[in-house]
């Protein structure tokens, strides 16, 4: 079964409209998720990197007052797209490190989001 | 900076064999294989870590040069479920960065 999951699948909202997408660890703790961007039919693109407790790390070229995140919980990341545009519909996919043994990164369902 | 995979698409008729390559111009710490599916989320394959490894499962199998920062992933004897893209993700780091990826190679299996 999945071990990390997000929500939602997908979602449709109004052009200047914020969203909110969750990653959570279903059963391991991760202090670090890592959030990618994957537009169609290219590759995935990391965003930022979770920190638990601590501030978001982006990567250069993403805009940290539009792309939110928040790691509240050692099982739980957040990200939330604000106003956004329709050039921000894309395929958003989270993914966190199990550390207690052969340090996979596994990956949520992934969250379509079209803006309209 | 993004690992280099080829070939960047290959098709092949069911029980043949393919060869994925992935190949970076800086040290690696470790490689990572997803396959994805049209509209899902990658699904973890293998992970091989620096040291020079070799790893697999079924069908699947993976190594990983350390001296030339190169990984392949060997499918063999290729199954209809096999097909999709494959990426490689790679670490440079000390395993707590994320993974960067490659453009990915398209696997077309026909019956």
């Known amino acids: 079964g999945a071990v990390v999951s997000q929500h939602p699948s997908w979602v449709i909202c109004k052009s200047g409209t914020s969203v909110k997408i969750e990653c959570r660890s279903l059963?391991?703790?991760?202090?670090?998720m890592f959030w990618y961007r994957q537009f169609p039919k290219q590759s995935l693109m990391l965003m930022a990197t979770s920190n638990e407790g601590s501030k978001a790390t982006y990567e250069q070229g993403v805009e940290k007052d539009k792309f939110l995140i928040n790691h509240a919980s050692l099982t739980l990341s957040t990200l939330t797209v604000t106003s956004a545009h329709p050039e921000d519909s894309s395929f958003y996919i989270c993914s966190a490190r199990d550390n207690r043994g052969g340090n996979t990164i596994y990956f949520g369902e992934g969250s379509w989001l079209t803006v309209v | 900076q993004q690992p280099v995979q080829s070939p960047q698409a290959v098709i092949l008729r069911e029980g043949e064999d393919a060869v994925i390559n992935c190949s970076s111009s800086?040290?690696?710490?470790?490689v990572h294989w997803y396959r994805q599916k049209h509209g899902e989320a990658p699904v973890f394959l293998m992970i091989?870590?620096?040291?020079?490894e070799q790893k697999g499962h079924d069908k699947i199998s993976a190594s990983f040069n350390e001296k030339k920062q190169q990984s392949s992933l060997y499918l063999t004897a290729s199954q209809l479920s096999y097909s999709g893209t494959y990426f490689c993700g790679t670490e440079s780091g000390g395993g707590a960065d994320g993974l960067t990826f490659g453009k990915g190679t398209h696997l077309i299996i026909q019956p």
């Open positions: 800086k040290a690696l710490y470790s």
């Open positions: 091989l870590l620096k040291g020079g």
């Open positions: 059963d391991f703790q991760a202090t670090t």
